[in-house]
């Protein structure tokens, strides 16, 4: 983002502000702490470390893929970041597998190879990240080149033939790379590199290992369908004239079929089958679902199907044959929210994570032929009581226009007169709040005593398309207006005190307290902005290149003379003349999606009209903190400004 407007020349974009009348000059008491660069922000009491110890040793398990010895590749965290771990059977120990400082991202393990697997890792949450292959034991080979951005790993199902998408600095077009591949050595040279439009990335090989299924994502409500074949045109899947949301993607055995997750002709997200020859598409999830499908899995031979539901944040797993659509005998889970879902090699079992509000993720697998669910790891829960912890409620308050909105209420179990209210607002904007766990929200309902109300505003996922799109472009604003109704709300309910609300976001979910604090500034304690958003013009202009379009489809396009003038409109820095409260800027200084020269002109435009701001600059994070240490003393931060302006 930003540090110092000086320090940066003509190389990034800084928004010009009217002419200040009168600077008011308040000392800033700056110190650092490793790599973190702190602003007015206290030291943290002894008591308070130790009080919040519990809650952020509590660690979770996320399932990363099978290997053909049927034990799984998992990821967890033993010290500072999230690393690589095996697990041989249900219940054995973690064999750690990565030693990085940086932590681990997405993981593939290679196919008809018992030990060999790739993963990705970038630096100081830069987002480049690089493609390692690795084995159970030695040391992990880079196989592309430094300085690129590379997601979407995809095997043939022999593991003979790879593809993934790469990207350089500052190019919104990403090129598809494909190469045949060696479980020891990695991708062999003369392979294919093909330059696509856009954010276009593999799903899935054909079962022969010849053809690709990939995706151009376009935005949350629009994406389209591509097969590649060798010394073919690209061929778009199902061409349509209305924009249609697709996820997820796989072939059926036979290969002249896709299974895809598709809004088209639909309100929600269902599972569809399309005809490769014909574009004839049949669905597979009833015709009166009114959720959406979240994820899927198919069997390697093709004939068994597992997806999840969101029901309004909840997951369900569903089990059942492809052909014939016969339902099998279906898991029966905890509450909560999947983390992932894949059947083994064999077929036999399928891999489901879950994520519950008061417990952390873990593994399961279930035995298709026994139906039988069986718990492969137990996360540590950092001596936490599990009978303590808060579940949420779900409640639907009115907003401006009579939409209902729905939010997860997490109220403390014991409270002495009024609760101060923090509203955590997710980012996105096409997120999503679910009620997994967090240790931060339950550190405030158990120890502040706080009630933690988490709204899914206009613009969030999981609610069908129409609600999605409700706040796109020049309807920015009117997601802002669903929290002053959430604040009218809050001031019916005779457990909560509406003299003490703090908005806590990050991301858009950042921009929507910057936002939130410029709008209702009279009715807030405070604010915490996290990663936020604080001109649209800046942000687009700064933000990589590959983000840039991507972005625009969403929030408008900056260079339109109309989306202009809704941004110098709407965008917090312009209105930062009516923050008087005390706000808290946290930020990433290698974060490239929200570059951390929006934090530094918030945090100088409210200073300069007097108000009283903590900054908190980490010099290696990027989108968010993902290192011990500086989730740490974020934490410990922002208990220290909640303590303030709650007056507890």
Not at 170 to 183: E, H, K, M, Q
Not at 279 to 295: F, K, Q, S
Not at 301 to 326: C, P, Q, T, W
């Amino acid at each position: 983002m930003i540090r110092r407007a000086f320090l940066f020349g003509s190389a990034i974009t800084l928004a010009a502000g009217p002419a200040l009348a009168r600077v008011v000059t308040k000392p800033v008491a700056k110190r650092q702490q490793g790599t973190l660069t702190l602003e007015n922000v206290p030291e943290t009491p002894l008591e308070l470390r130790e009080g919040l110890r519990r809650y952020q040793n509590a660690r979770s398990a996320f399932f990363d893929d099978w290997l053909d010895d049927g034990s799984m590749l998992i990821s967890t965290r033993f010290g500072q970041t999230s690393q690589l771990h095996r697990v041989t059977a249900p219940g054995a120990d973690r064999h750690q597998l990565t030693f990085f400082d940086e932590p681990i991202g997405a993981v593939t393990a290679v196919p008809r190879s018992k030990t060999s697997f790739v993963f990705g890792k970038d630096t100081g949450g830069d987002e480049y990240h690089q493609f390692y292959l690795a084995g159970l034991t030695g040391p992990e080979k880079a196989f592309t080149t430094a300085g690129t951005r590379n997601q979407s790993l995809t095997f043939s199902r022999d593991g003979r033939r790879v593809a993934w998408a790469e990207v350089g600095k500052g190019d919104g077009n990403y090129t598809l790379r494909i190469a045949d591949f060696d479980a020891a050595t990695g991708p062999k040279p003369g392979g294919e590199s093909i330059k696509l439009t856009g954010a276009t990335s593999p799903v899935a090989f054909s079962p022969d290992g010849r053809a690709l299924l990939l995706q151009h994502y376009i935005s949350a409500a629009e994406s389209k369908l591509y097969l590649w074949e060798p010394g073919v045109p690209l061929q778009e899947i199902n061409p349509t004239t209305a924009p249609v949301a697709y996820q997820g993607g796989a072939f059926t055995a036979d290969g002249q079929s896709i299974v895809v997750i598709s809004n088209q002709d639909y309100e929600f997200l269902r599972l569809v089958e399309i005809n490769l020859q014909s574009n004839r598409i049949a669905p597979i999830t009833a015709g009166d679902l009114t959720w959406d499908v979240e994820t899927f899995a198919l069997s390697e031979d093709g004939k068994l199907l597992a997806y999840g539901i969101n029901e309004g944040g909840r997951s369900r797993v569903v089990v059942r044959e492809l052909r014939g659509r016969k339902t099998l005998r279906q898991p029966t889970l905890p509450v909560g929210v999947l983390t992932a879902l894949k059947f083994s090699p064999d077929g036999k079992s399928l891999a489901i994570g879950l994520n519950t509000a008061t417990s952390p993720a873990d593994i399961w697998s279930w035995d298709l032929k026994e139906a039988r669910l069986t718990r492969w790891t137990t996360s540590e829960s950092g001596g936490l009581d599990p009978a303590a912890l808060v579940e949420p409620a779900v409640v639907k308050f009115r907003s401006f226009d009579g939409l209902g909105v729905p939010a997860w209420v997490y109220r403390p179990r014991a409270s002495k007169g009024r609760a101060p209210v923090i509203i955590d607002i997710h980012g996105g904007p096409e997120s999503q709040a679910r009620p997994g766990f967090n240790s931060r929200i339950q550190y405030w309902a158990v120890e502040l005593g706080a009630t933690v109300i988490v709204p899914n505003v206009r613009g969030s996922d999981g609610y069908g398309k129409t609600y999605l799109a409700l706040d796109n472009a020049e309807k920015r604003q009117d997601s802002v207006k669903d929290i002053g109704a959430l604040l009218d709300w809050i001031a019916t309910q005779p457990d909560l005190d509406k003299d003490r609300v703090v908005v806590y976001g990050g991301s858009y979910g950042g921009f929507m307290v910057l936002a939130s604090l410029a709008a209702y500034n009279d009715r807030l304690a405070g604010a915490i902005d996290i990663v936020g958003i604080s001109n649209f013009t800046t942000f687009l202009t700064n933000t990589e290149g590959y983000r840039r379009d991507l972005r625009r489809a969403e929030y408008g396009d900056e260079r339109t003379p109309k989306m202009k003038a809704v941004f110098d409109r709407i965008s917090p820095l312009n209105l930062a003349g009516k923050m008087t409260k005390p706000l808290f800027v946290i930020q990433g200084r290698n974060d490239p999606r929200v570059p951390w020269t929006e934090a530094e002109q918030i945090v100088a435009r409210v200073r300069a009209n007097g108000g009283d701001v903590w900054y908190m600059l980490a010099g290696d994070e990027g989108h968010g903190f993902k290192k011990k240490q500086n989730i740490d003393a974020q934490r410990e931060a922002e208990t220290l400004f909640l303590r303030k302006v709650f007056k507890l």
